[in-house]
């Protein structure tokens, strides 16, 4: 059983920058593909990127390409999310996931989820 705690959530202007961080514990951090996912008020989860077990693939949502940066330390069991250039739009509660094997861009393929952060982007 793998355990997520996600850190760094907070209230900031737009253009502003953020790194969110994912702490896992209870598993084998370096065996999941690690996922972002975000979900504003009255909209679906949606996917924000992934890096796979060792950090050769890395996806973005065409979103926040160019803008967002998702990397992992596996001695530190930790994934991060670094938000650049933060827009009102990017206004969600973020969630870091844990998936053995699956399509990463679809949030009910991963088997662990944290309880979320909240990023709020004011104009």
């Known amino acids: 059983q793998v355990q997520l705690v996600e850190s760094g959530g907070v209230l900031l202007q737009a253009g502003g920058s953020l790194c969110l961080s994912c702490?896992?514990?209870?598993?084998?951090?370096?065996?999941?593909?690690m996922g972002w996912f975000r979900q504003a008020p009255g909209k679906e989860r949606e996917f924000v990127g992934s890096?796979?077990?060792?950090?050769?693939?890395?996806d973005y949502a065409d979103s926040v390409k160019g803008r967002f940066t998702t990397s992992r330390d596996n001695a530190k069991n930790t994934a991060y999310l670094q938000m650049n250039r933060l827009k009102p739009e990017d206004t969600a509660v973020y969630y870091c996931a844990a998936m053995i094997s699956g399509n990463l861009y679809r949030s009910r393929d991963y088997n662990y989820w944290g309880r979320g952060t909240q990023v709020t982007v004011s104009s």
């Open positions: 890096i796979c077990e060792l950090g050769g693939r890395i």
């Open positions: 702490a896992a514990s209870g598993g084998s951090f370096n065996s999941y593909y």
